[in-house]
């Protein structure tokens, strides 16, 4: 069955600095892949959605690549600021609209 | 409403009873889903509507297990003989397709004692 891996390590960065997430999937490639981020308490808000036949998507501050052949996708905050601490999920449809969750991220931007 | 709406927010119900779980998803939006969330994991597929299509049940962990959705729109996610392990919780999410994004509610915390 299908896998989705996200590190379960906490990431944590610098103010400022630029912070990459990674989301690895295994078999086929997804149609479409999502990221969003949650808030301790909250439910998952959507950020980003990149499709199978596009490299990159960028949205202010964040942008995600999509590589089919890695079977990857990375996640990426410019200029990062505490604000941004959150956990972040990666996300896959097929052929439907299901999607299919990683465990997710937990991103700590300090001062 | 403006956006998901679940509820209870929260549920304390005794070991072996029957909960039953609402969820109002955004108005137009064909798809709706339910996960479950325990504690520092990941979400857990659990159901899948789409329009008028038969459901999507395989992430249904086993029986006691059902969900329905009337009308294309509210939901309600049943769990008959509640188990200690049902402790979770259960977020709802809509989306208008699969290029939108989809949109969750602030779920609803089971606890089971």
């Known amino acids: 069955s299908q896998k989705i891996e996200q590190n379960s390590e906490a990431l944590n960065i610098q103010e400022g600095k630029t912070a990459t997430l990674t989301c690895n999937y295994t078999n086929y490639s997804p149609a479409y892949l999502q990221w969003y981020r949650q808030d301790p308490g909250r439910g998952p808000v959507f950020l980003l959605l990149?499709?199978?036949?596009?490299k990159e998507k960028r949205k202010e501050r964040l942008k995600v690549t999509f590589d089919t052949t890695l079977k990857q996708s990375l996640f990426h905050i410019t200029a990062s600021q505490p604000a941004d601490s959150a956990t972040y999920l990666c996300?896959?449809?097929?052929?439907?609209?299901?999607?299919?969750f990683g465990t997710g991220t937990r991103l700590q931007v300090f001062p | 409403g403006a956006g998901v709406s679940q509820s209870p927010s929260n549920k304390v119900t005794e070991k072996g009873k029957d909960v039953e779980l609402r969820c109002d998803p955004i108005?137009?939006?064909?798809?709706l889903y339910w996960y479950r969330q325990s504690l520092g994991q990941g979400l857990e597929f659990l159901i899948y509507f789409q329009g008028n299509s038969a459901p999507d049940k395989s992430g249904l962990p086993s029986d006691r297990f059902s969900a329905e959705r009337t009308g294309g729109s509210v939901s309600t996610l049943t769990i008959q003989r509640t188990q200690q392990e049902d402790s979770a919780v259960y977020l709802c999410?809509?989306?208008?397709?699969?290029?939108?994004?989809?949109?969750f509610g602030q779920g609803t915390r089971l606890t089971v004692v």
């Open positions: 999410a809509s989306s208008l397709s699969r290029v939108n994004g989809a949109f």
């Open positions: 990149i499709r199978e036949n596009e």
């Open positions: 108005s137009g939006h064909t798809a």
């Open positions: 996300a896959l449809s097929y052929n439907t609209d299901k999607l299919i």
